[in-house]
């Protein structure tokens, strides 16, 4: 098998990929190197003027930065624990097992804007059923329009919309697991907690980093929840990077900034990526 | 003990259910409510709390002239652009997928291992960052709001996980059945056709109703990259979020929207019951 064949084979893909990846990221560069804006559309050159803006003058896309990591990082973790809690109760035999599974994983189905326009209804202050059952303990939080709860109210969201997808990884781990370390258990009759710490979640542990990364690659793109949500307020205590970006670039049309900003931001991702996944790696599996 | 686990189990289960059952029945009441029972304070049950019409179904199909939503064209636009791209990715991705899963390929540093995690990785990328120039670069060349240029787009989107995918299921097909088939005369592409593809059929499945799945719920690029002459279902049901909401409306199509999708989350369970998608995620 080593005919020129494999290049048949992997160079459509490929290339189709590359084609249409590789103006766009070389504009991207090229594009934060110029002062493109809606008064002087163009690729002039003006050097590193906005990198040199964005670290020393925008505290904005920073506050952006750190708000998205507190949100993605409490969002996979409430999704990691649930969506594990979920998957292992599902994974053994209990009644209508099929409907359960399939009932956790439709709300990934579903497009997130669409529910999140739902949600808005839900947590309307004075229209919404939240606040209307919640009158009976004389409460009224203000969902969307509280600095600090419309944060929560951005990580419910996100919870109901992604935990699926993280007990549908954990779920597909679970079953595929070998039987044999549970006979073991099983004889020596250990308790479910016992099993649960020395065998399952030991054995889950690799399966758990893939997922937890994935997870946190996806959530650290949120974006449309938000902006149907919150539009990223009130003020900009909702606003992540990729929103922060899409105002400068495509609703102020600071094109040539915007670009420095996604570019810093695609190269901080890739770092702050690399490195949990090493952590994890080494935690989890203590290599 | 025991006996705690299990009410703890089923307590978790029923909470979790209501959790995500509530949105949908919310938006089933709501959509059959009409100006007065919306704003007129919080109803719940039909009949009881609020008189039920139909009012807020029948102007999704109504045209826009009448008064009406009309999500008709937008749905099938979205599924024509959704449907597309998955097929053109998962041929391509499995092409590309087979290849990392049965040759060896070696450029300088690179890698099989290299060129999979060229293809996966593009999910790292946020389409932020992508946004900015697929807006010049589509207007440069005329597809900005068109369905082409969306399809082109979300290839992009799609292919790393057609890619993801295969190639752990082509690895998990046994190496001896291409090679009896090769053995046995066919050239590599008929040994491809003939044999490896009819043996990879839940893999395709899986990654098909995974294409299917991002594809269906992007919102992001069809909000930036169309505008009048084509819209695509998300967008047009947000542009219904404006000032005066038509609560009763927007429920109807966000349930509207929603239920193809639900026939995918059968599918998706049947193929993870069977444990057709343990080895995608190692």
């Given at each position: 098998?080593?005919?020129?064949?494999?290049?048949?084979?992997?160079?459509?893909?490929?290339?189709?990929?590359?084609?249409?990846?590789?103006?766009?990221?070389?504009?991207?560069?090229?594009?934060?190197?110029?002062?493109?804006?809606?008064?002087?559309?163009?690729?002039?050159?003006?050097?590193?003027?906005?990198?040199?803006?964005?670290?020393?003058?925008?505290?904005?896309?920073?506050?952006?930065?750190?708000?998205?990591?507190?949100?993605?990082?409490?969002?996979?973790?409430?999704q990691y624990?649930i969506g594990f809690a979920l998957a292992h109760m599902v994974w053994?035999?209990i009644?209508f097992k099929r409907f359960f599974r399939v009932l956790f994983l439709v709300p990934m189905m579903t497009t997130p804007?669409?529910m999140?326009?739902?949600?808005?209804?839900?947590?309307?202050?004075?229209?919404?059923?939240?606040?209307?059952?919640?009158?009976?303990?004389?409460?009224?939080?203000?969902?969307?329009?509280?600095?600090?709860?419309?944060?929560?109210?951005?990580?419910?969201?996100e919870v109901w919309q992604w935990t699926p997808f993280m007990f549908l990884l954990l779920l597909a781990g679970l079953l595929?697991?070998?039987?044999?370390?549970?006979?073991?258990?099983?004889?020596?009759?250990?308790?479910?907690?016992?099993?649960?710490?020395?065998?399952?979640?030991?054995?889950?542990?690799?399966?758990?980093?893939?997922a937890?990364?994935i997870r946190?690659?996806e959530?650290?793109?949120?974006?449309?929840?938000?902006?149907?949500?919150?539009?990223?307020?009130?003020?900009?205590?909702?606003?992540?990077?990729?929103?922060?970006?899409?105002?400068?670039?495509?609703?102020?049309?600071?094109?040539?900034?915007?670009?420095?900003?996604?570019?810093?931001?695609?190269?901080?991702?890739?770092?702050?990526?690399?490195?949990?996944?090493?952590?994890?790696?080494?935690?989890?599996?203590?290599? | 003990?025991?006996?705690?686990?299990?009410?703890?189990?089923?307590?978790f289960i029923?909470?979790w259910t209501v959790f995500v059952v509530a949105p949908f029945?919310?938006?089933?009441?709501?959509?059959?409510?009409?100006?007065?029972?919306?704003?007129?304070?919080?109803?719940?049950?039909?009949?009881?709390?609020?008189?039920?019409?139909?009012?807020?179904?029948?102007?999704?199909?109504?045209?826009?002239?009448?008064?009406?939503?009309?999500?008709?064209?937008?749905?099938?636009?979205?599924?024509?652009?959704?449907?597309?791209?998955?097929?053109?990715?998962?041929?391509?991705?499995?092409?590309?997928?087979?290849?990392?899963?049965?040759?060896?390929?070696?450029?300088?540093?690179?890698?099989?291992?290299?060129?999979?995690?060229?293809?996966?990785?593009?999910?790292?990328?946020?389409?932020?960052?992508?946004?900015?120039?697929?807006?010049?670069?589509?207007?440069?060349?005329?597809?900005?709001?068109?369905?082409?240029?969306?399809?082109?787009?979300?290839?992009?989107?799609?292919?790393?996980i057609?890619?993801?995918i295969?190639?752990?299921?082509?690895?998990?097909?046994?190496?001896?059945?291409?090679?009896?088939?090769?053995?046995?005369?066919?050239?590599?592409?008929?040994?491809?056709?003939?044999?490896?593809?009819?043996?990879?059929?839940?893999?395709?499945i899986v990654a098909g109703m995974f294409c299917i799945i991002f594809?269906w719920i992007?919102?992001?690029?069809?909000?930036?990259?169309?505008?009048?002459?084509?819209?695509?279902?998300?967008?047009?049901?947000?542009?219904?979020?404006?000032?005066?909401?038509?609560?009763?409306?927007?429920?109807?199509?966000?349930?509207?929207s929603v239920a193809p999708l639900i026939i995918v989350a059968f599918i998706v369970e049947r193929y993870l019951s069977k444990g057709n998608l343990s080895?995608a995620i190692?």
């Amino acid at each position: 098998m080593n005919f020129k064949h494999k290049y048949f084979f992997l160079f459509p893909g490929l290339f189709v990929l590359i084609g249409i990846l590789i103006f766009p990221i070389i504009f991207v560069v090229r594009l934060s190197l110029s002062g493109w804006n809606s008064y002087n559309p163009g690729l002039d050159y003006i050097g590193l003027e906005n990198y040199i803006r964005l670290f020393t003058d925008d505290p904005r896309f920073w506050e952006s930065f750190f708000r998205l990591s507190f949100l993605s990082v409490t969002t996979v973790i409430l999704q990691y624990v649930i969506g594990f809690a979920l998957a292992h109760m599902v994974w053994k035999d209990i009644k209508f097992k099929r409907f359960f599974r399939v009932l956790f994983l439709v709300p990934m189905m579903t497009t997130p804007v669409i529910m999140t326009v739902i949600w808005r209804t839900f947590f309307h202050e004075s229209l919404g059923p939240v606040n209307d059952i919640l009158s009976v303990f004389g409460v009224a939080p203000k969902w969307l329009t509280d600095p600090v709860i419309a944060k929560f109210t951005v990580i419910i969201v996100e919870v109901w919309q992604w935990t699926p997808f993280m007990f549908l990884l954990l779920l597909a781990g679970l079953l595929s697991l070998p039987k044999e370390p549970f006979l073991a258990a099983a004889i020596d009759g250990a308790s479910p907690v016992r099993k649960f710490i020395y065998v399952t979640f030991p054995l889950m542990a690799p399966i758990s980093i893939g997922a937890i990364i994935i997870r946190l690659i996806e959530a650290s793109k949120i974006m449309d929840t938000v902006y149907v949500l919150t539009s990223g307020g009130p003020g900009t205590s909702t606003e992540t990077s990729s929103f922060y970006i899409f105002i400068k670039g495509l609703r102020e049309f600071q094109m040539g900034y915007a670009a420095s900003m996604s570019f810093t931001y695609l190269i901080i991702m890739i770092i702050s990526l690399t490195i949990i996944a090493k952590v994890l790696t080494k935690v989890l599996l203590k290599e | 003990m025991d006996k705690l686990y299990i009410f703890l189990k089923y307590f978790f289960i029923v909470v979790w259910t209501v959790f995500v059952v509530a949105p949908f029945l919310w938006a089933l009441t709501t959509s059959f409510k009409d100006f007065q029972s919306v704003n007129g304070g919080v109803t719940y049950i039909p009949w009881v709390d609020f008189e039920p019409n139909l009012e807020g179904w029948k102007v999704l199909i109504k045209s826009p002239a009448k008064g009406g939503v009309d999500i008709i064209e937008p749905y099938f636009n979205s599924m024509f652009v959704t449907c597309t791209a998955s097929l053109i990715s998962i041929i391509l991705g499995t092409l590309s997928a087979y290849a990392l899963s049965r040759y060896t390929f070696k450029a300088g540093f690179v890698k099989n291992n290299d060129i999979t995690f060229f293809f996966i990785s593009q999910r790292i990328m946020p389409p932020i960052v992508l946004s900015i120039p697929f807006f010049l670069f589509l207007s440069s060349i005329n597809l900005l709001d068109s369905l082409t240029g969306l399809i082109v787009v979300y290839i992009v989107l799609l292919m790393p996980i057609a890619v993801w995918i295969m190639v752990d299921f082509f690895n998990k097909v046994p190496r001896e059945i291409d090679e009896t088939a090769l053995i046995d005369g066919c050239n590599p592409y008929q040994a491809f056709l003939k044999v490896v593809l009819p043996n990879s059929i839940p893999g395709l499945i899986v990654a098909g109703m995974f294409c299917i799945i991002f594809g269906w719920i992007d919102f992001f690029f069809a909000f930036i990259l169309t505008f009048t002459e084509v819209q695509l279902l998300p967008v047009k049901i947000v542009a219904l979020n404006s000032s005066v909401t038509p609560w009763w409306s927007l429920s109807a199509s966000a349930l509207v929207s929603v239920a193809p999708l639900i026939i995918v989350a059968f599918i998706v369970e049947r193929y993870l019951s069977k444990g057709n998608l343990s080895g995608a995620i190692k």
